[in-house]
């Protein structure tokens, strides 16, 4: 029975420090990893403090229900501007961004002003490293407390399955944090938009009540689905902007003609 | 009054950026909120999820529709 309520909560508590922690790299990798840390420390802060001062009565007076439709409003927005400038970059609209041209000169920037270069706070790094760890780490704590209350001593067997899911997720994202950084930049900005907008659709779909088909696990289906439809879009935007550059050059010909004319 | 519209932009600028996202993506949130508290529209719940999906992607559909319309006006500039 203890045994079972420390698998329990370990298998609860490691699907949400899986999404945590995937917008904690996210942040990291795109933005900055002091901007990435200091969020996320910032949020165990606050939810200690909120543990420390409401204890177990915290599962009747945080209303979960808000807070996720909160951050999963704000993320949906960060999610689709994101995702329109990537597919905006993809089909040509916008130029992609020489990832080492702009580094290079930002580098020269910021070593001309004397300053460290990339460590400084970003907002949006913290924001977002602040947010999904502040609602996953409450997700954890009613888990916790839900799991635990049933036996005795339940909430410390919980709360040891938890911290030993929240180890294990740390140290796997600790070894793919090296090939994430590898990847391009519109690429890895293009994946985060998709992302952020997943996480975005799930949680305030969440608030309103929606029960998600198979659960946490859908969020893999909805941001596939998300991923195809980006790609159709690209497609589509690029055709169309071909069909448009076509239809320039051919009024155009007619033009160069008859000036040829004119000078003969 | 100046400062106070400073501000309001930078965090409208942080936050969104794009009226086109906002507006969609607010419109969204309201209907699905009236289907989740307005008793009549009870028979709507059960495809609270596929308007969500939906509003999301309309809205998506419509910024990017919108940036290729500014781009075509450009190039006929």
């Known amino acids: 029975m203890q045994w079972a309520i420390v698998i329990a909560a370990f298998l609860a508590a490691s699907v949400e420090f899986v999404e945590a922690f995937t917008l904690v790299l996210v942040a990291g990798i ?4 002091r901007s ?12 200690a403090v909120i543990i420390a001062t409401l204890g177990v009565a915290l599962v009747t007076l945080i209303p979960i229900g808000v ?4 951050i999963g409003f704000l ?7 994101w995702l329109k400038n990537a597919i905006q970059r993809y089909s040509g609209l916008k130029f992609l ?4 041209a702009i580094y290079a000169a930002n580098l020269a920037q910021a070593r001309a002003r004397g300053e460290a270069v990339g460590t400084r706070l970003d907002p949006f790094g913290v924001l977002l490293s602040y947010k999904s760890v502040l609602l996953e780490g409450l997700e954890v704590a009613f888990i916790v407390i839900s799991f635990g209350s049933g036996g005795s001593n339940g909430i410390g067997l919980a709360a040891i399955g938890a911290a030993a899911a929240g180890v294990l997720v740390i140290l796997v994202g600790a070894l793919v944090q090296a090939p994430l950084q590898r990847i391009p930049e519109n690429t890895l900005k293009f994946i985060v938009g998709i992302m952020l907008t997943t996480f975005g659709t799930f949680w305030s779909g969440e608030s309103f009540g929606i029960n998600w088909p198979f659960s946490d696990l859908f969020l893999l289906l909805l941001a596939a689905f998300y991923l195809v439809v980006s790609v159709l879009l690209i497609t589509a935007i690029k055709q169309h902007q071909q069909r448009g550059a076509s239809a320039t050059t051919a009024s155009e010909a007619p033009t160069l003609s008859q000036e040829k004319e004119v000078r003969l | 009054m100046n400062v106070i519209l400073k501000i309001i932009l930078a965090v409208y600028k942080f936050f969104v950026g794009d009226l086109v996202i906002l507006l969609g993506i607010t419109l969204t949130m309201v209907i ?3 289907i989740h508290f307005v ?6 719940r059960g495809g609270l999820g596929l ?5 999301v992607l309309a809205t998506l559909v419509a910024t990017l529709g919108r940036e290729v319309m500014r781009s075509e006006n450009k190039q006929k500039a």
Do not use: C
Request: net charge negative; aromatic share 6%.
């Open chain 2, 32 to 34: 699905l909120a009236l």
């Open chain 1, 30 to 33: 795109t933005v900055n990893w």
């Open chain 1, 97 to 100: 961004h020489d990832e080492e």
């Open chain 1, 36 to 47: 990435s840390i200091v969020g996320a420390l910032a949020a165990v802060a606050t939810l």
């Open chain 1, 67 to 70: 807070l996720r439709f909160v």
């Open chain 2, 39 to 44: 008793g009549a529209l009870a028979p709507l």
């Open chain 1, 75 to 81: 993320l949906l927005l960060f999610g689709l501007k």
């Open chain 2, 51 to 55: 308007i969500l999906i939906v509003g």
